[in-house]
């Protein structure tokens, strides 16, 4: 019998999928994250959701054979290919390449009602791929994808998986076996949020922008360079305007990054290592600019981790469309995704408490704001561009070689 643990279930929703009896339903908990429940009467104790659920068991790892793990600095080409992707714009070169050999798919987008969910693309819907792009700080709902992921799988067709870590441990639970048309990409991930947290998020913005948001993205390339930041396009009236925002202000993801608004099993991940579970890893390259200082990271730089022979392949099949450059173990271990949890905040029932009771404005007015000073050295460092320091680097280098050879 499924027992379902709160601080370490990570609703990858593998036991909701897999019980043959539909005895597994989604619950949400009072901060309005996914948990599994059972109903008893349903449950005829078949063993299955503890058999697909990731917890207690070792990680999944994709077929490897003795493949030796690469790391690489990757940005794509095409410039419009990165500025509406996230990092280096990795992920919409691999999805392209699949859909144009008539591929499938997967990803997290919003629906109309700012829904996060898995949806599948093929190639006669090419044009819903713009909708994975971009960062998600909150957690996905999978309902009846795992199935279509298997489905797809089993039909012979070449099968691309986006998620996070603890998701793809749960679809490779799931799935049971390796399928040689399937190709996992987990996602870097520091934790993710629940729903009802980030529509509290929007709802608090449109307050303060007095609008409607019509977008809202994670990144702001045209604006930041490679540096995170957040767009929001929203309406007043008749005029729509677009409101930039250095990272430091975007409250949601500084909450997420001080272990605040995550999910529980986020702060116990045991996914925040070297040892992947996807095929690829994909992920923003931390620090490029000491890691690969030679490397044009202006407008994003993605670590791309290629974990077995599947994962090279599709790789591989997009390497005249990236800027590339092998790096290392230590070199991609800037990204603290890859070396330890974003631990959770004592205060973090405090402050969760509060956006539910009192609003996320209250609980953002305790959090507190980035402060004056971070603020105007934020926009100062923003108002520099990517492509100046990147110069200003090379220059410096060819001066320090000059200097060793004199
Ligand atoms: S034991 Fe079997 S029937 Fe019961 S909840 Fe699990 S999968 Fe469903
Ligand atoms: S399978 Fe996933 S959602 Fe279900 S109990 Fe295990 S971790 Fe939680
Ligand atoms: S931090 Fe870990 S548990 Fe949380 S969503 Fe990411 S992979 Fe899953």
């Not at 974003?342 to 205060?347: A, D, G, I, L, S």
Request: glycine share 8%; charged share 25%; hydrophobic share 35%.
């Amino acid at each position: 019998m499924l027992r379902i643990d709160h601080k370490h279930c990570t609703g990858c929703g593998s036991c909701v999928e897999a019980c043959p009896q539909l005895a597994v339903v989604t619950r949400r908990d009072k901060y309005k994250f996914i948990y599994p429940a059972v109903d008893n009467e349903l449950c005829t104790l078949c063993g299955r959701c503890v058999e697909v659920c990731p917890l207690d068991k070792p990680l999944s790892a994709p077929e490897s054979a003795g493949f030796a793990t690469k790391y690489y600095a990757a940005k794509a080409r095409e410039k419009r290919e990165l500025l509406h992707s996230h990092a280096g714009g990795i992920f919409g070169l691999l999805a392209k390449a699949v859909l144009a050999e008539g591929g499938v798919v997967y990803g997290v987008a919003f629906d109309a009602y700012r829904h996060p969910a898995h949806i599948r693309v093929d190639s006669d819907h090419a044009e819903l791929l713009e909708q994975l792009r971009g960062y998600k700080p909150v957690q996905s709902d999978t309902s009846g994808i795992y199935t279509s992921v298997r489905d797809d799988a089993e039909r012979g067709l070449t099968v691309l998986f986006c998620g996070t870590p603890c998701q793809c441990d749960g679809l490779r639970r799931f799935l049971g076996r390796d399928y040689p048309n399937l190709i996992l990409a987990d996602v870097l991930c520091g934790g993710v949020t629940s729903e009802g947290i980030f529509h509290r998020y929007v709802n608090w913005l449109e307050h303060r922008v007095r609008g409607t948001i019509r977008e809202i993205r994670f990144e702001n390339k045209p604006a930041f360079g490679h540096s995170r930041g957040l767009r929001l396009l929203y309406r007043r009236g008749r005029f729509r305007y677009l409101l930039s925002l250095p990272a430091e202000w975007d409250t949601l993801c500084a909450m997420s990054a001080q272990g605040y608004s995550n999910r529980r099993s986020c702060g116990v991940c045991r996914y925040a290592s070297t040892q992947r579970v996807g095929d690829l890893s994909l992920g923003r390259f931390e620090n490029i600019r000491r890691a690969h200082p030679g490397f044009p990271y202006d407008n994003g730089a993605s670590l791309v981790i290629v974990s077995s022979p599947k994962g090279a392949g599709l790789f591989a099949q997009i390497a005249g469309a990236v800027i590339c450059e092998e790096s290392d173990r230590e070199r991609a271990l800037s990204n603290p995704a890859l070396t330890a949890p974003t631990r959770e905040n004592p205060h973090r029932a405090k402050l969760l408490t509060d956006i539910y009771r009192h609003g996320f404005g209250k609980a953002a007015e305790k959090f507190g704001s980035p402060g004056i000073w971070n603020a105007v050295t934020a926009l100062l460092r923003a108002a520099i561009p990517d492509k100046l320091v990147i110069l200003y680097d090379r220059l410096s280098r060819k001066k320090e070689e000059k200097a060793k050879r004199n």
